[in-house]
């Protein structure tokens, strides 16, 4: 079946400038996460969505970053003006999570943005 | 702070030797835990997980891993490594309950000598 998959694969941009990314998620998964991978570092958390919940933006960095998901499916992560800092791969992940439960999470094989 | 910590940035064995990849978790109640691979230019792939029960774990590609909750400990082996197995390697985990929103560990850069 299909797994988890994410827009464009490769992004370069200016600073300044905003960016969209998109994670489509495995059909009926309910959670979606969103991680930032820089180069060397581990897996830091931005954002969870979980079924109608509202999400937990806990782990976005600043305001400069937003995220959606619509109809409970696909999700866009947006970083407006951009900085090289911003400079990393974006993983997205689904799971099935029922409530009340952990399960493991499916990842997409990111998108690796560059600000130049 | 409630974390999981992979003490070993990178760990290099030869090819056919056996390997163990260190993971230590800082949760009060009983963690929920998993081993993730990544690839070059792969995303992250499980490779097992621990929830509850038995403490030995087993899971694809011959890994297996040992829940020891004396050690706080989650280390994950193989007997005998192939030069495939050269991949970035992350220990996740989170407590019962809570948020459900993993936390992952830096990794270990696992490098298989032929």
């Known amino acids: 079946g299909a797994g988890v998959s994410q827009s464009p694969s490769n992004k370069v941009t200016e600073k300044g400038k905003d960016v969209e990314l998109r994670c489509d998620p495995i059909s009926g998964h309910t959670a979606l996460y969103w991680y930032r991978q820089s180069l060397g570092q581990g897996l830091e958390f931005l954002i969870y969505f979980q079924g109608n919940s509202a999400p937990d933006k806990s782990g976005l960095p600043s305001d400069r970053f937003s995220a959606e998901r619509t109809g409970g499916s696909v999700s866009t992560l947006t970083i407006q003006r951009t900085q090289q800092e911003d400079s990393a791969v974006y993983l997205c992940?689904?799971?099935?999570?029922?409530?009340?439960?952990?399960?493991?999470?499916?990842f997409g094989p990111g998108t690796r943005l560059t600000v130049l | 702070a409630q974390s999981v910590t992979q003490p070993d940035i990178h760990i290099t064995v030869s090819e056919g030797a056996s390997l163990e990849l260190r993971c230590n978790y800082s949760y009060g109640a009983t963690p929920y835990l998993f081993w993730y691979v990544q690839s070059p230019g792969q995303g992250l792939q499980l490779l097992l997980k621990?929830?509850?029960?038995?403490?030995l774990v087993q899971g694809i590609k011959g890994f297996e891993a040992e829940f020891k909750r004396s050690q706080s400990s989650f280390n994950l082996r193989k007997p005998s490594v192939h030069w495939s197995d050269a991949a970035e390697y992350f220990c996740?985990?989170?407590?019962?309950?809570?948020?459900?929103?993993?936390?992952f560990g830096r990794g270990t850069s696992l490098i298989v000598h032929p």
């Open positions: 992940a689904s799971s099935r999570r029922l409530a009340g439960a952990w399960d493991e999470q499916f």
């Open positions: 621990y929830f509850s029960g038995d403490t």
């Open positions: 996740a985990g989170g407590p019962s309950g809570g948020s459900y929103i993993p936390t």
